[in-house]
């Protein structure tokens, strides 16, 4: 097994790729509200960068095997009862994802650290949903499968699970510095949920549940603008 193959993929994952996020980020956010053809550009883009990582991964994992990668999907009564509760948390949530010119305005606000990122036409909503799965996939077989994973052999328990979803959120800082305590504590979740059920694959329906609800909700609050300034006009 050639290891140091292992901890370069460590480091392009751990320290290259969130420093090219924090060094871009501004410039990709700005090109977006400066002109919104780049936000198709982007999610391009960003499947590329997803899928290239995954990618190495999958050929380090299976030249070296190591660290171990278990996709395979264990059925337990835990992991029933964990399957369950995302299930009924993603029908909520898309249930509760209702647009109206009340709410409009007080959701857009809560959004506002990533709406600039969200879909705006049919075609947006179609590519951020191939982002939006390919994020449950790539991210969790990135962050949880490999790099907890690489930090639990090398260090501690503790370590990775701080560790990788400090470098998680960082990689998230696109959507506003004020939401990269959200993203570390949701990134904690998906590591506990994996480390607890030994099942990647509940995390990647979480995952990618909580991606497509925000896309859904960023084409809607387009359309309700749409509408009431017709009205207004």
């Not at 029933?80 to 709410?103: E, P």
């Not at 699970?161 to 504590?185: D, E, K, W, Y």
């Not at 990647?200 to 359309?223: E, F, P």
């Amino acid at each position: 097994m050639n290891l140091a193959t292992t901890n370069l993929l460590a480091v392009l994952i751990g320290v290259v790729y969130p420093i090219y996020i924090v060094a871009t980020h501004q410039k990709v956010n700005s090109n977006i509200k400066r002109n919104e053809k780049y936000r198709l550009i982007d999610y391009k883009q960003t499947l590329l960068i997803f899928w290239g990582l995954t990618l190495l991964v999958l050929v380090n994992n299976f030249i070296n095997e190591q660290p171990t990668l278990d996709f395979y999907p264990r059925v337990s009564i835990i992991n029933i009862g964990v399957a369950i509760l995302i299930s009924a948390f993603a029908y909520f949530q898309y249930r509760t994802t209702k647009i109206t010119l009340d709410n409009v305005n007080a959701v857009k606000g809560k959004l506002k650290g990533i709406y600039h990122y969200l879909p705006t036409t049919f075609q947006e909503l179609k590519w951020f949903t191939l982002v939006a799965v390919s994020a449950g996939i790539c991210e969790e077989v990135i962050f949880r499968m490999f790099l907890f994973e690489f930090l639990r052999e090398n260090s501690s328990l503790v370590i990775a699970f701080i560790a990788t979803n400090i470098i998680f959120a960082i990689t998230h800082i696109g959507s506003g510095r004020t939401n990269l305590i959200s993203s570390f504590i949701l990134g904690l979740l998906f590591s506990a949920i994996y480390y607890f059920t030994k099942n990647i694959w509940l995390v990647v329906v979480l995952h990618i549940a909580i991606d497509i609800n925000a896309g859904i909700l960023g084409y809607r609050i387009n359309k309700m603008t749409k509408l009431t300034d017709a009205d207004k006009c």
